[in-house]
């Protein structure tokens, strides 16, 4: 996207405008993307050449330098945000835990975070990170490939749900599904640790009914709404209307996520389509703000 004044102003303008119109003190970003940059650029890569993890053509919007990228947010008025990272094999996840560290130390509006993956030493690291002041985990199922119920994660899910501390955890089958992706596997791990704090990304896109329900029957699993119900998505991922109450109902566990920079269109968007549900200001204020300043206890 470029950065002209013109394109500028019409990317940030109708967000600022969007937070006025619901009365909103800023927006609480769950779900954003700040990796190591070598890091970042595979990730691009990866996107650029519509893999089979994305199986659709997707052209990033916001393929800035970090900085730019930063600067970015805060214009929206973003007053928190995540650096989510993830590992897609064995070895990666301490080394990223090390970046992030790093990366929120120089950083204050963002959260803290952290993520691991199953292999020896993860109960290790995972409980050195929360003693470090990790606010938030990363964990992928679909790029990582595991099963979130692998004997090696039981010491390190006990850890997450002690503390209760939250885990962003993409387990949906989009946009292209899994090994291990789908409720079923998340409905036995919460059987196991029925006190972790999950938050479910992209609102379990496309099995939204089923993570709703699981909501429903766990109240310390939250959702986000990364990507959710956006027109790049609705064909693969149509939204039931029939589920708007049991969204209403769970307006108080529903946190606002984007994917910024990784999306194909206007950061704009990803908050329009929530007014497009017609829930209510109340409901979007507690989902772009007040669900994400209690969860992370955000003086902001």
Known sequence: MSDDTGSLRADIDPVLAFQEAHQLPGLVDVHTHFMPKRVMDKVWAYFD?????TAIEWPIAYKLEEDVRLQRLRSYGVVAFT???YPHK?????????WAADFAARTPDCLHTATFYPEEGVEKYVTSALESGVRV???HIQVGDYDPLDPLLDGAWGALADSRTPVVIHCGSGPAPGR???????????????????????MGMPEYSDFLALAEA????????TMAFTDFLSDRAPLDRRDLPRLRALGDRILFGSDFPNIPYP???????????????DWIRAVCYDNGARVFSLAV
Request: glycine share 6%.
């Open 49 to 53: 050449s519509a893999g089979p993890l």
């Open 83 to 85: 650096s989510l990272v």
């Open 90 to 98: 064995a070895g990666m996840a301490e080394w990223l835990n090390q």
């Open 137 to 139: 985990f990363k964990s």
């Open 180 to 202: 291990y992706t789908g409720a079923p596997p998340i409905a036995e791990l919460m059987k196991r640790h029925p006190r972790l704090r999950l938050i479910i990304a992209h």
């Open 218 to 225: 766990h109240e310390t699993l939250l959702l986000d709404t």
């Open 267 to 281: 950061y704009v968007h990803a908050l329009e389509i929530l007014a497009n549900l017609e829930l209510g200001d």
